[in-house]
Nanobody, 121 residues
């Protein structure tokens, strides 16, 4: 069982930055692929960024060069650094964990409760 708790969301002006954190419980954090998803009102949940247990990274085209995913295994934490934020980045952001990176494209095993990110124009 893995419990995920996100933090770091909030209100920011366009062009600003935020860093989301996701603290995970469990002793096998380093073996999990981790991801960040987002869901805007009226839209489907989408994968924003993912990082494998070995450190390989994936980014959605809409956030490439603006967002950076990283993980700190000793701290059981994954981060999402978001720069040059745009109003269209406004959404609830969810942390996710799965034994494989392939799971990020299918059925994710574990979800956090979500944190709201609002970008004003």
């Amino acid at each position: 069982q893995v419990r995920l708790v996100e933090s770091g969301g909030g209100l920011v002006q366009a062009g600003g930055s935020l860093r989301l954190s996701c603290a995970a419980s469990g002793r096998t954090f380093s073996s999990y692929a981790m991801g960040w998803f987002r869901q805007a009102p009226g839209k489907e949940r989408e994968l924003v960024a993912a990082i494998s247990s070995s450190g390989s990274r994936y980014y959605a085209n809409s956030v490439k060069a603006r967002f950076t995913i990283s993980r700190d295994n000793p701290k059981n934490t994954v981060y999402l650094q978001m720069n040059s934020l745009k109003p269209e980045d406004t959404a609830v952001y969810y942390c996710a964990a799965d034994p494989t990176i392939r799971g990020m494209y299918g059925r994710v095993d574990y979800w956090g409760q979500g944190t709201q990110v609002t970008v004003s124009s």
